[in-house]
């Protein structure tokens, strides 16, 4: 108990997906591939996620539209 | 340098100093680094065929496709981060030719010098609660007063009125429930935004996602100071100790290239 803290790589699929496929910096331009295709890879995820986020609206969330904190 | 037609350029961070490209063993992956005006990007040659639209539209669907290559992708921004400060990128920012992405580091030179000396220093944290509600149901009604003088009500009235209270008594129960998630979910959040640097909520995963028998109620990442992890940390250690009675268990890793702290194309931090 006294170390709470994981190291990445003992972390699962879902903690690289949240971050590789979900943030990261997103360019625009003369890229071959659109990051709107790219998205498609986490289409299945996604339908979770919203379903979740209407449940979590309608039971009230705890942090109802919070985004970044300012800073 | 110009590249073959079939051949497309990989980009997977950015960084200020001078990387080790070609000392990735364990990720397998051959990289090298385009300058530009005090920057680097770090690359690597992907073929046509697999990173065209075509096939990562076909490939999106295979599972284990993706956790292949996102792994891969994860690999190699660790290996460049654990010597110097990256900016990573998301998964599949393709590039047609070497020319294209020395003109992206220098249209968005700015930009990328001012994310970078942000990050300086600096370790992103995740941290995500999950609650077994039945846990804290179970302790809710053993220790709150007034849900136990609604269970004496219960037994001492008639058959349809006990009904009508139990009604009532589960509403109650149920709101007061999520009111505590909240309440032991914000006051975590708060305290570990106070050893860091920036602080983010995201968005809350379903069951179907993390796999896990408690529900996710709390999706936050973190912007920590290198010098301030022991104390990271140890405010980590309090809040486990302190909610684990309570049915909250804590999940926290790291530490990661920042990927929720690197938006430059969105509206955040533009103008800060």
Partial sequence: MNNVMLKSKDVTLLEI??????????????????????????????????????????????????????? | MEVPARDLIYLYCITKSKPHCDELPKTGIKTYSIYAQGIYAIVSKVSSGKFSEENL??????????????RQHESVVEAIMEKTTVVPFKFASVFKTDKNVE??????????KRTIADLKDAEEWGLKIYCNPGKLKALLEEENEMIRGKAREIVS????????????RDEFIKNMLNEKISEYT????????????????????????????EDMVLNSVFLVNKK???????????????YFDKGLSFDCSGPWPPYNFCSICSNEGKHE
């Fill in chain 1, 17 to 71: 997906l949240d971050r590789v496929l979900e943030k990261g910096v997103v360019i625009s331009g003369d890229v071959v591939i659109s990051v709107a295709d790219v998205d498609l890879v986490y289409l299945g995820l996604k339908v979770l996620l919203s379903s979740v986020e209407t449940m979590e609206r309608l039971r009230g969330a705890p942090f109802a539209g919070a985004g970044e904190e300012p800073t």
């Fill in chain 2, 57 to 70: 539209k076909k490939k999106i669907i295979d599972m284990s496709w993706v956790e292949r290559n996102v």
């Fill in chain 2, 103 to 112: 003109k992206f580091l220098k249209e968005h030179n700015a930009e990328f």
């Fill in chain 2, 157 to 168: 009235a008639g058959k349809g009125k006990a009904y009508f209270l139990k009604k009532k």
């Fill in chain 2, 186 to 213: 914000q006051d975590s959040f708060e305290r570990s935004k106070g050893m860091s640097l920036r602080a983010k909520i995201n968005k809350i995963l379903p069951k179907e996602v993390t796999e896990k028998k």
């Fill in chain 2, 228 to 242: 301030r992890i022991t104390g990271f940390n140890g405010v980590l250690v309090n809040l486990k100790a302190k």
